[in-house]
């Protein structure tokens, strides 16, 4: 009866964790609507220089370019254990994203883009959570809006296992 309790309490606490926020999109809006998707961490990102296309890889598998595809691109690979965990950069209202700085736990960056017009930052709100996906909007010039998706990673049930395996009975 006592290990009932244990595993009742544990996911109802489980449930009460808001493992996942939003950082709500800035930029005008205008044109076709994305988001980023994959499975696992990201483990490497590509910006185009002038912010017209991003490209996320999810472990080994590059994500499609959301955005405009030419153009220099920039590129951080990420090392194991290292997550981005803060987006932040300049937009103009009436425009287009101008610069994107993208962060990890390490505390490298890539940046790209020209750093003028209004600033925004977004991070996670829940402690350990990291950046799972970029959406917004695009035209065929460049990113009009984007906003992050923050969540935990979960590896084959590692975090629900170990907490499992704390209270075995």
């Keep these: 009866m006592f290990s009932i309790l244990v ?6 606490s489980c449930l009460a964790m808001h493992p996942y926020s939003y950082s709500s999109a800035v930029g005008q809006g205008g044109g076709t609507p994305f988001a980023s998707y994959g499975e696992g961490r990201i483990t490497a990102v590509r910006v185009n220089a002038y912010i017209s ?11 499609p370019v959301l955005g405009s595809k030419g153009g220099l691109k920039q590129e951080i690979e990420l ?10 950069g300049k937009y103009n209202p009436a425009d287009y994203i101008c610069y994107l700085v993208l962060t990890t736990n390490m505390g490298r960056t890539l940046s ?6 209004v600033s925004f930052n977004f991070y996670p709100v ?5 950046l799972r996906l970029l959406s917004g909007r695009f035209n065929g010039a460049g990113i009009t809006s984007i906003g992050a ?3 935990l990673v979960y590896m084959e049930g590692h975090i629900f296992n170990h907490y499992i395996s704390l209270y075995s009975f």
Excluded: K, M
């Design 53 to 63: 296309g991003i490209q996320l890889r999810y472990g080994y598998t590059w994500s």
């Design 112 to 117: 790209a883009g020209l750093p003028n017009q």
């Design 149 to 151: 998706h923050w969540g």
């Design 126 to 130: 829940n402690v350990g959570n990291e």
């Design 79 to 88: 090392f194991n254990d290292e997550a981005i965990v803060e987006v932040s």
């Design 7 to 12: 595993v009742t309490v544990f996911l109802a």
